[in-house]
């Protein structure tokens, strides 16, 4: 289920935008990718003082919530927020996946289960934006 929740903001952002009357909505997927590459950097300098884990966990419940507050966003401010905090959190979770896998099973499971992990990001791909779009067409 996370993993097809996920990914639709990726596809769907830049048409809530516009539809919210943001004129510069593409834009927010550069402000996504750069929030991404911020959180990758500064999870993994802080996955070195702190357990993977523990910041994985932190990363996961900060990118819910930013989704849970995607549909009340409006604004441009608001909207570029959102990106930001969307980005940061979903580039820190990509950071994260192999230590935490280490962390748990060993370095020998990582590759196996790193594969496994990324079929799930796979299936969540191909079913979210999807299943997002189809929910939006029919209730409006």
Known sequence: LYMCGFTAPYTH????????????AAMLVSVVGAGSTVGRIL?????????????????ILI???SLAW?????????????SVVFGGSSG???ALVSLVLWELYGA???PHLFGLAGLAIGVGTL?????????????G
């Open 127 to 139: 079913i979210g934006p999807t299943l997002v779009g189809s929910i939006y067409d029919l209730t």
């Open 13 to 24: 952002v830049v048409y809530y935008a516009e539809l919210q009357g943001y004129e510069n």
């Open 43 to 59: 999870c993994g300098i802080s996955a070195a003082v702190v357990s993977p884990r523990r910041l994985f966990l932190m990363v």
């Open 63 to 65: 990118q819910g919530l």
């Open 108 to 110: 020998e499971k990582v």
């Open 92 to 94: 820190a979770r990509v």
């Open 70 to 82: 995607l549909p009340s966003c409006s604004t441009e401010t608001e909207l570029i927020a959102f």
